[in-house]
Each structure stands twice: as structure tokens, then as C-alpha cells.
């Protein structure tokens, strides 16, 4: 059982370089999410999307954008990599009102 | 709006001790409550919901929640707990009952850790 895919786990970037976080699920759902996480901070949505080719903003996007070509794909694109984006980093998708998650990308930009 | 409030970041306790999490909300609307569980190094998980019926609700590990709407509160329950229950526990209100991710509102999160 795949679930929700991330990739990669771990990620080193410098101040200004930009990358794609990879988010894959395979139970057909429509909803998808990128979320973060900081310690003592719960965590934050950053995009979602309610379906192939529909994409919203959530409560941080700065910095951040999307795309949903597919139902299965949703990947997060970090343009300019900053400080202030360490974290750690979800995918999720949901069935009705239960979210599952990736296991998470850690990123530290230095 | 709807906010979510865990007073305690961390909880310490024995082995075979009972324990709590404590969960309150605000909302100004029908509101939809979870408890979801991170352990180590993986992604939250679903422990329990409540969406209607029975103000209590019980996870098949054990852990139980009950929806106090006078005191607008959430509080996870075990009665005996197992190192095993060592992780994160967060709790999420939502103004939706079949509403996804964009709807919920996640509490900071509480860690559990269970000593022997």
C-alpha cells in the first residue's frame, strides 16, 4: 500500500536555489495539500487543490507554487529558496473528512 | 473563525499511567473535531473523529475523546498507556463534516512521552 509518496526525505539548499518537492498518491483522491511544520507551530497549508488543474491558496503560500496536471501528482515549487523556509514538509490528500500523509520531506535552506 | 487550543506542548508520564491531552476550540459554527497522531519520523495519522451521534468517540488503540459542547472541549483519553503511544498528538476542528485539509485547523500539538 503506497498511500502518499514524498521524495525526497532530506534536502540541503542554499539561499536563492530554487526545487520541486514530489507528491504522489495512489487512492484517487481528489483533494490534495502541501503543508509545513514548525516546532511548536502545528501545521500551516500552504497550497491545495480540489482537482486536476485547480489549485488555491492556503494560509502561507509566499514563496511557494503549485501545479495538479494529474489527480495522482502535486508538486511544490520553492523558487528562491529562503532561511525562513526550514522545515519540514507534508503532502496529504483526503477521502471525505480523513487527511493521509506523505512522510514528510525535511528542508533546511542555509 | 475557528481556532484550536492545546495548553500542554509536552506530557510526561509512566507506563501503565492514565493520561489526557487537553483540547479546547473556538468556532461560530457547527464544529468537527479530530485527533490525529504523529509518531517519529512518519506523518499524521487519523486516531479519531467527531462528526455527530455519540459525544464519545474511541480509537481501536485504545484512546478516547469526548465532545463537551458547553465547554467547547475535545480531551483525549487512555486509561493505561504503552511506550508505544510515545508521539505527537494533534487536535484539528473543521466547519465541514466531509470538508478536506482546507477547512481543518490544527492545534500546535502535544507530546506525549511515555517513560518506563
Known amino acids: 500500500n503506497a498511500g502518499v509518496t514524498q521524495t525526497p526525505k532530506f534536502r540541503i539548499l542554499k539561499i536563492g536555489q530554487s526545487m520541486t518537492l514530489q507528491c504522489t498518491q495512489d487512492?484517487?483522491?481528489?483533494?490534495m495539500y502541501w503543508y509545513r511544520q514548525d516546532p511548536g507551530m502545528g501545521l500551516k497549508l500552504i497550497y491545495y487543490s480540489v482537482g486536476a488543474g485547480i489549485t488555491d491558496k492556503g494560509e502561507v503560500p509566499n514563496g511557494y507554487n503549485v501545479s495538479r496536471s494529474t489527480t495522482e501528482d502535486f508538486p511544490l515549487r520553492l523558487e528562491l529558496a529562503a532561511p525562513s523556509q526550514t522545515s519540514v514538509y507534508f503532502c496529504a490528500s483526503s477521502k471525505a473528512s480523513e487527511l493521509f500523509f506523505g512522510s514528510g520531506t525535511q528542508l533546511s535552506v542555509l | 473563525a475557528q481556532s484550536v487550543t492545546q495548553l500542554d506542548s509536552q506530557v510526561p508520564v509512566f507506563e501503565e499511567a492514565p493520561v489526557e491531552l487537553r483540547c479546547n476550540y473556538s468556532s461560530s459554527v457547527s464544529v468537527y473535531l479530530f485527533w490525529y497522531v504523529q509518531y517519529p519520523n512518519q506523518g499524521l495519522q487519523l486516531l479519531l473523529k467527531?462528526?455527530?451521534?455519540?459525544?464519545l468517540v474511541e480509537s481501536i488503540n485504545g484512546f478516547e475523546a469526548e465532545f463537551n459542547k458547553s465547554q467547547t472541549s475535545f480531551h483525549l483519553r487512555k486509561p493505561s498507556v504503552h511506550i508505544s503511544d510515545t508521539a505527537e498528538y494533534f487536535c484539528?476542528?473543521?466547519?465541514?463534516?466531509?470538508?478536506?485539509?482546507?477547512?481543518?485547523?490544527f492545534g500546535t500539538g502535544t507530546q506525549l512521552k511515555v517513560e518506563l
Open positions: 484539528a476542528v473543521s466547519d465541514s463534516p466531509t470538508g478536506g485539509g482546507n477547512k481543518l485547523t
Open positions: 467527531y462528526l455527530s451521534g455519540s459525544t
Open positions: 487512492m484517487n483522491h481528489n483533494y
